[in-house]
């Protein structure tokens, strides 16, 4: 299994300011990596796939990046409603989720 | 519009059974990977199982393989979650899902919450 694992578990970062989110795979999984977004009561909604392909929708201000076994995903100047916790999923070796990093203000 | 309606979840005993039903609308449901990630109280999200379109191939995650079963009609476009031998790790809100082609998510339900307990 491929255990994910992202840091840091917790993030605070001011409005307008850059949040960068880091997830680490246990072993390559070459893009197949995706991003999403889950607020207080609400389903998880996808951010980015392909490590770095935006899905429908999404803000241009979040942005993901990396290959293999390290990935980032970058919120440029983050806003109010980005409060969430994020999580990355492998689904390139079964589909394993890392454990979710939150980001307040 | 896509929606993925989430229905069956409530209280049981351990050792219980539930089914689980997830209906499915504004997309080809024919034509799709499904699965079922669930998420415990407080906790991550966690892949529970997945099947392809025609019901051939279902896979499981370990911890539930031989106690739970993947299932679904294509005539009714919808999805089944047949949970046996249930225990209090099991607690969960279990989410219906569209696997993409790749295989990541880009369609949830609102999930529906499943409570193991005496």
């Known amino acids: 299994e491929v255990v994910m694992t992202q840091s840091p578990a917790t993030l605070s970062v001011s409005p307008g300011e850059r949040a960068t989110l880091s997830c680490r795979a246990s072993q390559s999984v070459s893009s197949k990596l995706a991003w999403y977004q889950q607020k207080p009561g609400q389903s998880p909604r996808l951010l980015i796939y392909g490590a770095s392909t935006r899905a429908t929708g999404v803000p241009a201000r979040f942005s993901g990046s990396g290959s293999g076994t390290e990935f980032t995903l970058s919120i440029s100047s983050l806003q109010s409603e980005d409060v969430a916790v994020y999580y990355c999923?492998?689904?390139?070796?079964?589909?394993?989720f890392g454990q979710g990093t939150k980001v307040e203000i | 519009e896509v929606h993925l309606v989430e229905s069956g979840g409530g209280l049981v005993q351990p050792g219980g059974s539930l089914r689980l039903s997830c209906a499915a609308s504004?997309?080809?449901?024919?034509?799709?990977?499904m699965s079922w990630v669930r998420q415990a109280p407080g906790k991550g999200l966690e892949w529970v199982a997945n099947?392809?379109?025609?019901?051939?191939?279902?896979y499981y995650v370990d911890s539930v393989r031989g106690r739970f079963t993947i299932s679904r009609d294509n005539a009714k476009n919808s999805l089944y979650l047949q949970m046996n031998s249930l225990g209090v790790d099991d607690t969960a809100v279990y989410y219906c899902a569209r696997d993409d082609v790749g295989g990541y998510y880009n369609y949830w339900g609102q999930g529906t919450l499943v409570t193991v307990s005496s």
């Open positions: 504004g997309f080809t449901f024919t034509s799709s990977w």
């Open positions: 099947m392809n379109q025609d019901g051939l191939k279902k």
């Open positions: 999923q492998n689904y390139n070796n079964a589909k394993t």
